[in-house]
């Protein structure tokens, strides 16, 4: 467990839960899955002297569910968001760094590399608490992010802290939609090199199943997508809900609506990226079988062209091999060898005439 105390110009680590609220700014309280289960008494507590309020069992549930799919619900005390990320498994980082072509085993390997999982908040007035994975990766980048920002050592974002939980939670949220940016280039290389083995004409494609863990993933994610815009737009709408305050309280919550419609752009650019990519697989599937058609049908072609050929031939042999005396030539010296002129000719002829027809060659 990790313990923060943010104001507007102060960032502090604290060592433990306090007894009381700070008078100025808010806390966070960030801790993985399983503390959260044991801490769960201790903190309950700690809300109540708080806030006067404590998490509801069902939000307690959610937040240690960790296959529950992205979703918002509010009390009168706490808004409660549950936001599945996308990343990548521990040990995968070598399939983000290669940029060399991969067969279909390493594709199956890089579509097996992306990993969803949970992250839950509970955003209090003062107080933020958030429950992660195992990892805490998110939660320790934002610990460091924000040391950085109060520094001015964060040279690329805002040097202002979150002035609120709910700031807090959609900076957060808006990372990990943004860190999408990775897994969408390591999908697009690897079903470019999936396209590439299936629109092969000297290849013979038999990974099928890898073909469809490719669909297969990409229809979870467009799913995971979904839920993620519909939980943001629930909280959009929450936002609209809000009690009216003063003038700063409705310039803050005007600040948030424009941070939340930032962050459901980010999911609905990430969502299209999906469904363009998971047409681009089956448009690929579609072609493969075409190429299948079409080099079935060449040599169906081939083999009846040959067949027109040998026809005539077969017929010329077959009159001449019948048990008459008086056929044509069949006693002369040179018979054999004009029947068999004649044949060459023919066959030379009709083998020309399929050419010109463009029945023949590789090029159609």
Known sequence: MRIF?????????????????????FLWIGLPRREFELQLGALQQRLTRWSGAQLLDLHVSDLMNPQLPSHFDYTSWYDLMVFRRLATIPGSQQLLADDEPRNAAGVNDALKAIDTSPVGFAVFDRILITVHPGECSLRDYFAGKLGAQQEGRDLRGSTRLPTSPAELMLRMVNHMVDSYL?????LTRQLTTLQGLLLDRRGHFRDWSVVLHARDTLSRLEDLCEDQRSAVQEWIDALGEWPAGDARAERE??????????VLEHIERVLTHV???????????????SLTGERTNN??????????????????????????????L???ATGFWIA???MVVTALALGAFFWRKRYLGSQQ
């Not at 169906?300 to 001449?320: D, E, K, S, W």
């Open 5 to 25: 105390h943010l104001s507007d110009a102060l960032y502090e680590e604290l060592a433990a839960l306090p007894e009381d609220l700070p008078p100025e700014g």
């Open 182 to 186: 990775d897994l969408r280039r390591l």
């Open 253 to 262: 919550r005007e600040l948030l609506r424009v941070r939340s419609r930032d």
């Open 275 to 289: 469904r363009r990519l998971e047409t681009s697989a089956e448009t690929s599937v579609q072609m493969h079988f």
């Open 299 to 328: 040599i169906m072609r081939t083999l009846t062209v040959l067949t027109a050929i040998f026809l005539p031939l077969n017929l010329i042999t077959g009159v001449f091999g019948m048990n008459f005396d008086n056929l044509p």
């Open 330 to 332: 069949i006693h002369a």
């Open 340 to 342: 068999v002129g004649v």
